[in-house]
């Protein structure tokens, strides 16, 4: 009775391994599991070294056949690459787990951690870890190729504008800068009167032709050029041109409208001058400070021009300036600026100081003259307006003189501008003394426009000291608060870029 209950009692019996003798819990095959792994290997058949292509010019590895991905450091999808390239071996066995091993970022290797099963003699499960190493090779894909090229390109777009004044394409630069919508274009080449920006594929191209459209008035036509077919695949070659033309109208221009349009924008008077250009024609009348915006639409619909040169702008000096309290408005009239103040004012051109002739006009910059102060402005009294509008209309309801905006001294300005602003890389055909200048009107135009400054990203000068929002002539300023630091990121810890930020 004693043996009996001894024998129920007994924990689970053991057997000897058939080669080394070690008791063990008894297994399908009777043997341990250091002389099982010593006589099978599960991994046997799996690679322990591959290779991997990469294209250090796009930051892509290449996925065979054909294709090449963006994948991040240990992501999930750099994994799944990695798993692929040894798929067919990794079919015989069931893979548990998977996992990368830290290495350093620049030593062009990367460790998988495995963890495989797999039936063994007489239907004992082995289960083994181990590790595959990846060589990652560089490899310029083609797409990189191409554009090393210099001379592959499958889209352009030829963007126009036809005026004698930069002011919309240096505003244009910026907003393509701030929404980095140069990033996959091949090359951009600046020529007389537009930009040219060049594609490696047409979708890339309509993507920048829907953000043009979207910040500036304009129109474009699609053309398409076929270079070379293949009948058996019935496939086709194609280089795509976009044609983009912005309306013919920048900042500060006086323009004069049709009757018709005119009237449609709220019976404003004809003669207008632009205060902004954006994603439409601001306008203001400086005789009602009424304000209309033209679309581009409504522009090519009612075509009009700019009545007087950039170059033609005069300047006048303030000798009596009175604010007008009491606005006639007409029936049916749009919307009165808030942000100008309708004057009346008498000037005098200062080349004709010593003749006692002067003009009268209204203006909008009532806010801003006093007397002695310097305004630059237009005289059509004195000037060939050779314009369609202009001749349809009485003589009595052009102005004699037109100002535009106030005088400060420029040198003084830029001695104290401390910001700077960032520019496309690009290549320039022939660089015309003009273009500086017209490069300091669009600065002074984002010193004075607080709504164009908005859409631009501007950068503090540390190379100039930093003094007051405004200086002793009441010159506009931009405050600290709206600049960005400029900041340089190193692209390699241990680089020579990298050592330098260390330090």
């Known amino acids: 009775m004693e043996y009996m209950t001894e024998s129920t009692n007994r924990s689970p019996g053991h057997i000897l391994c058939c080669e080394c003798g070690v008791p063990i819990s008894p297994n399908p095959a009777n043997i341990c599991v250091a002389c099982l792994r ?29 294709t090449w991905i963006q994948c ?33 970022p620049h030593s062009k290797r990367l460790k998988v951690k495995l963890t495989i099963q797999k039936e063994v003699m007489n239907g004992a499960i082995l289960q083994q870890v181990f590790v595959v190493d990846y060589v990652v090779q560089s490899q310029m894909c083609g797409d990189c190729h191409r554009v090393e090229a210099k001379d592959f390109w499958k889209a352009v777009i030829q963007v126009r504008q036809k005026t004698l004044h930069k002011k919309t394409f240096y505003y244009l630069e910026q907003l393509i800068l701030k929404y980095g919508m140069h990033q996959n274009t091949l090359r951009i080449k600046e020529i007389h009167d537009g930009l040219d920006f060049y594609y490696s594929s047409k979708q890339h191209a309509q993507k920048m032709v ?29 280089k795509s041109t976009f044609s983009v033309e912005i309306v013919p109208i920048c900042k500060d221009n006086v323009v004069c409208l049709s009757s018709k349009l005119a009237q449609s924008l709220g019976n404003m008077n004809q003669i207008c001058v632009c205060i902004r250009v954006t994603s439409a024609i601001h306008l203001i009348d400086p005789n009602t400070l009424q304000v209309a915006d033209v679309d581009g639409s409504t522009f090519w619909s009612h075509p009009f021009n700019s009545l007087c040169h950039p170059k033609q702008l005069e300047e006048f000096i303030v000798m009596d300036c009175s604010i007008v309290r009491n606005i006639k408005r007409s029936a049916g009239a749009g919307m009165i600026s808030k942000k100008h103040t309708l004057g009346e004012v008498w000037v005098q051109k200062t080349s004709e100081m010593n003749t006692d002739k002067q003009y009268f006009c209204r203006t909008h910059l009532g806010h801003l003259l006093n007397p002695g102060d310097l305004v630059l402005g237009f005289d059509l009294a004195n000037c060939n307006l050779n314009d369609e509008h202009v001749n349809k209309m009485n003589s009595d309801r052009v102005p004699d003189v037109v100002l535009i905006k106030k005088s400060y001294d420029r040198t003084k300005r830029q001695r104290r501008r401390n910001w700077k602003l960032k520019e496309l890389e690009r290549e320039r055909e022939n660089m015309d003394t003009d273009d ?19 859409n631009v990203n501007i950068y503090r000068d540390s190379t100039i000291p930093v003094e007051s929002d405004t200086d002793d002539e009441g010159a506009p300023r931009i405050s600290l608060a ?22």
């Not at 709206?482 to 330090?503: C, F, V």
Request: glycine residues 4%.
């Open 210 to 238: 829907e953000f043009l459209q979207c910040t500036v008035p304009c129109r474009y036509k699609a053309s398409q050029r076929l270079i070379s077919q293949d009948i058996h695949s019935n496939t086709y070659n194609y």
């Open 72 to 104: 991040a450091l240990e992501s999930r999808e750099l994994l799944a690459l990695c798993l692929k390239k040894i798929k067919a071996p990794l079919s015989k066995v069931r893979l548990v787990d998977a996992g990368f091993v830290w290495t350093e």
């Open 436 to 454: 500086e200048r017209q490069y300091q009107d669009f600065l002074e135009d984002l010193e004075e426009d607080e709504t164009i400054r908005k």
């Open 482 to 503: 709206e600049m960005l630091e400029d900041l340089h990121i190193s692209q390699d810890a241990t680089g020579e870029e990298g050592t330098s930020m260390m330090t």
């Open 38 to 66: 010593s006589k099978v290997d599960i991994s046997q058949g799996i690679p322990k070294q591959v290779s991997i292509s990469f294209c250090k010019q796009c930051q892509r590895y290449f996925q065979p056949p054909g």
